[in-house]
Structures are given as C-alpha cells and as structure tokens.
C-alpha cells in the first residue's frame, strides 16, 4: 500500500514540474506593438549603434526557414544586436511568440504591427517598400541602411561585420 501511495505521489509531483515548466514556456515575453514612429524609437535607443531589423510573418514560409538561421546567427554573434518585427496583426502576438521561442530566438527583441493601416507602417519602414517578406536592413553606426530583400544570407552578415557593422 505504501508503495502505491509513494508512486502516486511521485507521479503528481512530476505531474506538478511538467505543468509548471509548461505554464513557464507559455508565458514568454509578448512582442511590443509596432506602430507610426516606432522605428524612429528603436533607432533613438541605439543612437551610434550598429543593428539589424528583420521583418518576417507567420504566413512567410521562407521568413520560417530563415528564423533558424537568424538564431544560429546570433549564437555565432553574441553581441549583435538584433530587432525582430512580425508584420502580422497584433492578435497574432502569442503565436509570432510560440513560434520565435520555438526556433530560438525567444529572447531577441520582437514587435508586431500593431495598427489597421499595415500600409502606413510599411512605408514609414521604407517608401520602396512594398511588403514583400522577409526583409531586412542593416544599420551601420552612423543609422545608413542597407536593404535586402528575400531570405538574408551569410554574405549579408559577413559583409556587414566586416565593414565594421
């Protein structure tokens, strides 16, 4: 009886860890709500600072693929300073969450477009730009920018770094 009764004990508590590891997963951070001048404020707090923005969507296929390869980029690159924004609706947040914890990149900093008029947004980004995905700038020190558009390659990173970001 007493065998039972400590079995069943030690599958609730491992029961209990589950639950609460999963409860923790779950309630990652929620991306910060993009909208009309929101870049302006992500460039002020890096004023002299070189960075990357990368534009992605859960519906890109190519952006999925690429997310891995942005996360192993940032393995190789500790210091690089990475911002990640989801061009789906805001209520899509939980899920653009989900799926960036999913391929690693959980911890980088991530937005998601938080207004009607994902138009504006867009060309508050860039006027020539006209959505397609993924899309990505790098920012040197000085905030010129260079675009890329489709997925972002080794190339683009090397040649970035090597110019001194």
Known sequence: MKTVARTL???FLMLSL???GWAGAQAGEQPRAYRAGSLA????AR???????LLWSLECSVCMKELDFLAKTLREHPGMDMVLISTDEASAG???SSVLELHGLGKAESWIFAEDDAQRLRYEIDPAWYGELPRAYFYDAAHKRIAV?????KS??????????
């Not at 404020?41 to 002020?44: C, G, L, N, T």
């Not at 004023?47 to 923005?53: L, M, R, T």
């Open 149 to 153: 558009s489709g997925a972002v390659e």
């Open 94 to 96: 939980g899920e653009a």
């Open 18 to 20: 589950f639950l609460a």
């Open 41 to 44: 404020q992500i460039a002020q």
């Open 47 to 53: 004023q002299g600072k070189p960075f990357v923005v």
């Open 9 to 11: 004990m030690q599958c």
């Open 156 to 165: 683009h990173f090397d040649a970035w770094l090597a110019a001194g970001k």
